[in-house]
């Protein structure tokens, strides 16, 4: 999470510290794996239909829990021109990093002691996070940009 918010050249020492606001809780070399997952996550991307969702007989999932895909055998391809001119043509096949800092949200909120949580409800609870689902046209990722390029 706090990788997003500093701008911070590297040094080239993966043990240097990182001094910044807010604090970075690591050094370099965790600055640097911070930044190529947010990278890696953004830029990882397909032709439409080259990959789809391998859902096996009996197996029901929902929409919004479609975590993995499956290569697509029967895929065909796409005209280079079609795939130059529109971003329709192109899909994310990786997890959207939440601003969380995770694939997949977690309730931080929650309390271990479960008799607690009986007796009285949180009013203030927090909303799980969303991120973008998986073979996503990129033509949606218009109020991304901001996001990716570490602009708000």
């Known amino acids: 999470m706090v990788a997003r918010q500093i701008r911070k050249f590297f040094t ?12 970075f809780p690591g050094n370099e070399a965790n600055y640097l794996r911070a930044q190529i997952a947010r990278i890696s996550a953004s830029t990882q991307v397909s032709p439409l239909g080259f990959y789809h969702f391998g859902e096996e007989e009996g197996e029901e999932e929902e ?4 975590d993995s895909v499956k290569e697509n055998p ?4 796409i005209p280079v021109q079609e795939m130059a001119d529109s971003l329709s043509a ?4 990786t997890q959207h990093i939440l601003k969380q800092g995770r694939c997949t949200w977690v309730n931080l909120a929650e309390k271990a002691d479960l008799d ?3 007796k009285r ?5 927090p909303e799980p996070e969303i991120g973008p689902l998986l073979l996503t046209p990129l033509s949606e990722d218009a109020g991304e940009q901001t996001q990716a390029s570490g602009r708000r």
Do not use: K, M
């Not at 192109?90 to 096949?93: I, L």
């Not at 409800?121 to 609870?125: A, F, K, L, Q, W």
């Open 12 to 23: 080239g020492r993966l043990d240097a510290p990182i001094v910044s606001y807010p604090p």
């Open 90 to 93: 192109w899909v994310h096949h």
């Open 116 to 118: 607690l949580e009986e």
């Open 74 to 77: 029967n895929f065909e391809g």
């Open 121 to 125: 409800e949180e009013p203030d609870e």
């Open 63 to 66: 929409e919004g829990a479609r």
